[in-house]
């Protein structure tokens, strides 16, 4: 299989070159997708995800949060279960359903902690499930885990 040239930049003050995909990533950080309809909780979500260097898109309720999946294309999707039009787990199931969006990882942040209610996130598709009240700590360990930087 032929492979593909990468190309080099060398700075004058490294001592290594630095290839172009290594700093792609900082100009056009990851997008997560953050989707509740709580806009405090959004807003503290964002506000956390920015100052860790991702670029966040927001939605107050299932429906724009779907539109704004298949329009822009995240590399992950952080969502509420409880929200207006289409909750978070028929949300997360259609989103799966679709091959134009299967791939986008699903993070459930929600307040529905019971083993029940994590056990059916799972079922509809999330990657993990993480419950309010939360540590941004935990938020930004478990979305590095599902979506790191500079990749």
Not at 55 to 64: I, K, M, S, V, Y
Not at 85 to 100: A, I, V
Not at 104 to 115: E, R, W
Request: charged share 20%; with cysteine.
């Amino acid at each position: 299989m032929p492979q593909t040239p990468t190309t080099e930049i060398t700075f004058s003050d490294a001592s290594m070159p630095w290839a172009v995909g290594d700093w792609s990533s900082t100009i056009h950080p990851p997008t997560v997708l953050v989707a509740d309809n709580d806009e405090g909780i959004r807003d503290l979500i964002a506000f956390h995800l920015r100052a860790a260097g991702y670029h966040t898109l927001e939605a107050a309720d299932g429906r724009t949060a779907m539109a704004l999946a298949v329009n822009e294309r995240p590399q992950l999707i952080l969502l509420d279960v409880s929200m207006p039009g289409l909750d978070g787990l028929g949300f997360c199931y259609e989103l799966h359903s679709s091959p134009q969006t299967a791939d986008i990882p699903v993070m459930i942040v929600s307040s529905h902690g019971a083993p029940a209610d994590v056990d059916l996130g799972h079922i509809v598709g999330a990657e993990d499930y993480l419950v309010k009240p939360f540590a941004s700590a935990e938020l930004l360990r478990r979305v590095q885990r599902l979506l790191p930087l500079g990749d």
